[in-house]
Every structure is written in C-alpha cells, then in structure tokens.
C-alpha cells in the first residue's frame, strides 16, 4: 500500500518538475524565438542563388543574352557568387 | 478613262467581297456585359486559354502532389511554405481513422475480457496450509510499477478526451467546461508524460533479465495456457507476461519519444514530421490501452492472488507452486519427491 | 447572402509586403505572428512568382473539423472564426491547414502553444462586436462597419482581391481574358470545395445569428 501512495506522489512530484522545468525555463515565446536579431532580417545561406543583380530579366536558356554563364540554365555558375559585375563584364 | 473606272469598280468589288474582320478572332466571349463595361480581350497576345478552359481548370485545380514551399522574408522560416497537401490526408485519418482505430481496439479489448470472463472464468488455487509466503516484488518493484500504472491511467484518460472528447464529453458539459478541462488534460498529459517514461525506463532496466524469451515459454504458448486452464511451465513471469512486458516497454518508449518530439518547436520536425508524429502516438496508444486493460482484468480478477504480488509483495506459495514452478525452483531450490526443498546452493 | 473570398493573383503580386505590414499593424497581431505573409517561389530565378498568403475561409475548413474543443465558427459571410476562450493550443488547426494559416505566441509545446490567432478577414471575433477587449484579443471588426479586409484595401498593384466571391473571380477571370493565363489562383479550388457543414448545437457559446455554416460536427 505504501508503495502505491510514494507512487502517486512520486507521479505527482516528477509532473510538477517537468512542468517547472520546461515551461519556466525551456519555453520558447514566438516574439523572441522568430525576432529579428542583428541587423539583417534574413540570412543569405537561406535563399536561392541568384545569376545576379537583374537576374530576373535574364533569358531563359536559349534567348538571346543566354550563354552569359557558360550554358548553365538555372543558379549561374557558383563561383560568381558575390562578384557578379565582373562575370557579366568579362562575357558580354 | 473606261480603264480606270473598270479597275476602280474591280477594286470595290474585290474590297467588297473580302471578308471584314475587325480584330482577329480570338476566343469566344461568353458574357457580353464585360465588353460594354470596356473589357477587351488583347488579341495580339496569344492567350493560353479560353474562358471555359480556365474555368474548368480553375474548378478542377488540385493540391499539389508535394508540399510548395518559396522564400518569406519573415524570420519565422515555415511561413515559406506555401501548400502543405499532407495535411488533407493527416485530417481524415484524425477525424475518421482516429475514431475507429480506438473504438475497435478498444472493443475488442473489453468483448475479450468479457469472454475470458465469462468462459475462463476465474483462475483459482489452493492456499497453502501453512500458509507460507514468498517474496515476489521487492518495494522499488512495486514502487516502479504503480509510478507507471498511475501515470498510464493518467495519460490514457487524457489521451483519449483528444480523440472522443469532442463528440462525447462537449454536447453535454458546455463549451466553457469542457475547454477548461481539456486545456488541463493537455498540461496534465504533457507533464506526466515524464513521470511514465521515467517509469517505462526504469522498468526496462530493471525486469529485463526476467522477461528474456526461453525455450520453455514456447511450451506454453503451445500449451494453450492463455485459452484454457492449464498450468504449463513458467518462470517468474510466464510467457503471456512477458509478451506483455515488451510491448508496454517497447510501445511505452515509443510513445514518450514521439510525445516529447511533439512538445517541441513545429519548425524542429516540420509540419510533416508533427502529422506522422501524432499519428504513431494515437495507434500506438490504442494499442496501448488495449493491452493493459487485458493486463489490469488478469492483475486483479482473472487470477486469483496476483494482485497481492503488486499491493503486498509476498505470495501465498502453492501460489507461487501453480502459476510459477521454474522461479520457485530457482529461488528456493529443487523440491524432492516428500514436497520439502532442497537449499539452492 | 454573399460568400467571401481572397484570390492572390500571383501574376501581379510584387512582394512589396504591404498587406504583411498593414495586417500587422491594424491588428496588434502578437509578437512572433504573421496573419498574412507573402511567399516568393523560384526566388530570382525565371518564373519567380509572390503570393500573399493567409487564412483563406476555406468551405468545409479542415481547421474547424480536426480541433479537439470545437472552437472554430463560420460566419453566413463564410469567414471562419475562432475563439480565443475556447482554444486550448494543441496545434491541431495547424496540421491540418494546407495554407499554414494558424499561428500560436509559444513556440514549444509543453502545456499549450497558445491561444492560436490567425486572419480574421478583418471581421474581428465570433462574437461580431467592436469593443476594446475584442480588439485586444482579434483585432479590428472592419466587416461589421462594411468594409473590406484591409490587406487587399491596401495591395499595391491589386493583386490581392477580397470580397464576393464571385465578384473578384469575374476580375480575375477577365484579367486572364486580357493578359492569357499564366500561373493559378493559388489555393482557390482547394479552400472553396462546396461542402455542406451541420449547424452548431445548443451548448454552443457562439451567438445564434452567426452560426450557419459551422465547423461544429467533425
């Protein structure tokens, strides 16, 4: 019997530390979880690689200013990454 | 002079009889109220589509087979997806499967207590005439054990007010109680949660070596014992026990896994991961209550002096003699043929 | 009665975020949330598309038949509400929304997310009033003065449409007339199937005149 009632207490005491434990030290509030840290808002390595700065007016693969990258149709060649005034120059 | 006038009228003529168009046809045009308001379709671009076409594509327009997921320029990354399909599917299996996976395994764990109930009846046996007792569940055993169990009812009780709550506790009680109830079910379900795991854990540990296979539970599994009434060989924990070891064990593990995986941030596994997640802990919980309701009729009526085992921790003997030959042999050594023991050593 | 939509016309949509920010702001919307976000597909590549996405009012809403204290409503409008009283935070709406729409102040899980808030189509709580505590729990009732949610008051290039359904999809028809079809409405035939839903019982806590169309049988 004893044992029965040091079992529900024991019950009693591990829900009650779980609880302490995680809702006052493990919470995450969704203000300070998604907020905005330092100063840039989104992180480079989370988009997609762009060809460049106007790579949105470039043509898709075979129009007319294709062949700028090397033939690669989407993405642009990775090494141009950061220096894409120097890629478009040295092609065109 | 005739020459020209005749060229001229040709000219009229061949002007005349060539048909007028106005604007290339393009598309039909169903109403006619878009045109008078000024709407004109552009007809030197080539449009992919006539109206009823995209009408009926638009009516027919399908999730996607996978989840659509871009760019948002909001911290919060899992706003990026843009279509999550699954959750169609996850939807159904809550609202229908849910309801009949534990209304079936729930049934059928209580028709069959019923039957064994009823056509078994109660396992019985013969005290001991001295009255001899022995020890079978050490305190920290029976202290592992109600830890569990009462967390289990705990967890099962609130479980199932996610699953049945809705259709059976809320028409009668109100939407105000029954929130409130449901809000503490969830707190209470999350919280001891832990003190079942712990359990589970514990347990795991410490009656493992009891609960290994060996070759003389084959011989009761043959045996029927579980049906009929016989007494085949058992060890401490005979062969249905320890079936029903492993899986409260190996589905008790299972079930705080996937409960605590849910307890954490949705972008940890995903919105996908949260769907299987939920689904793996709602069947295994059914499965779950359906064995120890099974267990708790065998622990407490279907046979006669086990609960002793659990409430007192000491055995009559000769009950111990029936259902658990093999671990009186280990503990107290060979009987001889006069009924007395031999020493173990 | 007249049946209210979104349609996002994702050919028009330039991200600028207006209808993110104005939301946000009318709202109060609790920190972390975003009732509406615009969503950039193929992101500087060819065939880059925006679509501004938030709750979409769906007919037979997936959100108001899996919650397990039945605390969602739709209105005779069709918008679908919630209440915030009754929300105990499991996260179910969100599972089964294929447009993300729910969203909770707490990131973890370990009692509650919180009290789920979403898009409102600027109609406010179940309760249709326009007090400060209602403000402060749903933010602005627009629709109770008669006026449109103010996202697609506020679109840039009118790529964001609310209201009659059939009204703005007449607009977006004769837009497609006019430039050809290019990429879908996204979503429209997904929130808007025709399903028939029970009428709430008579424990509810939701005003009798605004319970219809409900999400009050699973």
């Known amino acids: 019997m004893r044992a029965f009632l040091l079992a529900c207490v024991g019950v009693l005491a591990v829900a009650f530390g779980a609880y302490a434990l995680l809702e006052g030290v493990l919470a995450r509030n969704a203000g300070t979880e998604f907020a905005v840290k330092g100063s840039t808002r989104v992180s480079e390595a989370d988009k997609v690689d762009p060809r460049g700065y106007l790579s949105s007016v470039h043509e898709p693969a075979g129009g007319v200013s294709s062949g700028r990258d090397g033939g690669r149709a989407v993405g642009g060649p990775a090494k141009d990454r950061g220096r894409p005034a120097e890629a478009t120059e040295g092609k065109r | 002079m005739t020459r020209t006038i005749l060229l001229a009228l040709l000219l009229l003529l061949g002007l005349a009889a060539a048909p007028f168009d106005v604007a290339p046809p393009a598309f039909a045009q169903s109403s006619n109220e878009a045109t008078d308001r000024g709407v004109h379709p552009n007809p030197s671009r080539n449009p992919s589509a006539t109206d009823e076409e995209l009408m009926r594509v638009l009516g027919q327009e399908r999730l996607p087979p996978d989840r659509v997921q871009g760019n948002v320029y909001l911290p919060d990354r899992k706003l990026g997806v843009l279509i999550q399909p699954q959750g169609r599917t996850w939807r159904d299996f809550r609202v229908t499967g849910t309801r009949w996976i534990h209304g079936i395994l729930l049934g059928l764990a209580v028709l069959a207590v019923i039957l064994l109930a009823v056509l078994r009846g109660r396992d019985r046996y013969r005290t001991d005439p001295e009255g001899r007792r022995i020890l079978r569940f050490r305190a920290v055993d029976r202290f592992v054990h109600w830890m569990t169990a009462v967390s289990f009812i705990l967890l099962a009780l609130t479980g199932l007010n996610f699953v049945f709550g809705r259709t059976l506790l809320q028409p009668w009680m109100g939407d105000g109680a029954f929130s409130a109830m449901s809000l503490w079910g969830l707190s209470v379900h999350n919280a001891v949660g832990f003190a079942f795991l712990l359990g589970i854990l514990a347990m795991a540990v410490m009656w493992v070596q009891d609960n290994l296979f060996h070759r003389v539970d084959w011989v009761w599994f043959r045996s029927g014992a579980l049906f009929r009434k016989v007494h085949a060989p058992a060890e401490k924990f005979n062969a249905g026990q320890k079936l029903i070891y492993w899986g409260a064990v190996l589905g008790g593990l299972a079930l705080g896994v996937t409960g605590v995986l849910m307890m954490l941030p949705i972008s940890t596994v995903g919105v996908n991961g949260m769907q299987w997640l939920q689904g793996v802990h709602t069947v295994l919980a059914g499965l779950m209550i359906a064995l120890i309701i099974g267990h708790i009729y065998l622990g407490t009526w279907g046979v006669e002096g086990s609960f002793e085992a659990m409430s007192r921790g000491d055995v009559d003997l000769h009950w111990a003699r029936t259902h658990h030959p093999l671990w009186v042999e280990d503990a107290y050594g060979r009987r001889r043929p006069d009924g007395r023991f031999e020493p173990a050593e | ?218």
């Open chain 3, 1 to 218: 009665m007249a049946r209210v939509k979104f349609l996002c016309d994702a050919e028009r949509c330039i991200e600028c975020n207006a209808c993110v920010t104005i939301c946000k702001n009318e709202h109060e919307v609790p920190w972390g949330i975003n009732r509406r976000r615009v969503v950039t597909l193929r992101d500087g590549l060819p065939g880059e598309r925006s679509v501004s996405m938030a709750c979409m009012h769906c007919t037979d809403a997936p959100c108001a038949s899996v919650c397990p204290v039945d605390c969602f409503l739709q209105t005779s409008d069709g918008v679908v509400l919630h209440s915030k009283e009754l929300c105990i935070g499991c996260g179910y709406c969100f599972y089964a929304c294929p447009f993300g729409a729910p969203q909770y102040p707490k990131a973890t899980n370990f009692s509650s997310r919180g009290k789920m808030d979403k898009c409102t189509y600027c109609a406010g709580g179940p309760d249709n009033v326009n007090t400060p505590e209602s403000y402060v729990m749903y933010g602005r009732n627009r629709l109770a003065e008669g006026k449109l949610p103010l996202c697609a008051e506020v679109c840039s290039t009118k790529a964001l449409l609310a209201g009659d359904g059939e009204i703005i999809a007449t607009i977006y028809r004769e837009r497609v007339l006019r430039r050809g079809y290019g990429s879908e409405a996204w979503g429209w035939s997904t929130a808007y199937r025709d399903s028939p839903t029970a009428v709430g019982g008579k424990n509810s806590v939701f005003p009798e005149d605004r319970r219809t169309e409900s999400g009050r049988q699973a």
